[in-house]
């Protein structure tokens, strides 16, 4: 398990940074035809933002991978120390749970959109092809906090965490 969840980072990771590259790629273009040609090139705003959307639901398998979601602590010295392991263990599974059922209502997000043959404004292809990474970025989180629950000696401490 531990190799799998090393591989979906690596990958997650990979996929991500080639994402935001072509964000980067896609406004220096814009920025150059604006300023050689006069002109923006069509769509491709729009194309970067929907990149930047897709990074972001990337993004939280990524932070979930690393233990690095915010959340508050104000509330972790109100119960013994000695439950942390059970809480924790519990938030985890509470927390794979929600981002498994938030998948399966983008799962059918996505098929409604495909159903009804719904485009892209501007850029005119199918909404669902841009809306695959939804279910993916909930469903990628629920296995990695389904298995942080199944396996606590998987999920890395937490930063600024008491041991």
């Not at 990337?58 to 233990?67: R, T, Y």
């Not at 508050?72 to 059970?86: H, N, V």
């Not at 059918?108 to 669902?128: C, F, G, H, N, R």
């Amino acid at each position: 398990m531990a190799n799998f969840l090393r591989l979906l980072f690596k990958f997650e990771s990979i996929l991500a940074s080639t994402c935001y590259a072509c964000v980067a790629l896609a406004l220096m273009l814009d920025v150059a035809s604006r300023e050689l040609l006069n002109h923006s090139i069509y769509g491709i705003q729009r194309i970067a933002v929907f990149m930047v959307i897709a990074t972001s639901y990337m993004g939280m398998g990524l932070a979930a991978g690393q233990n690095k979601h915010l959340r508050p602590r104000f509330a972790d010295q109100w119960l013994p120390l000695a439950w942390r392991p059970a809480i924790a263990r519990t938030s985890d599974l509470v927390s794979a749970l929600l981002f498994l059922a938030m998948g399966i209502v983008c799962v059918e997000l996505v098929y409604t959109t495909y159903q009804w043959q719904d485009q892209a404004s501007m850029i005119k292809i199918p909404l669902w092809t841009i809306q695959w990474v939804m279910p993916y970025g909930f469903f990628s989180t629920a296995i990695r906090y389904g298995a942080f629950a199944l396996r606590p000696d998987l999920k890395p401490q937490e930063a600024g965490a008491e041991a």
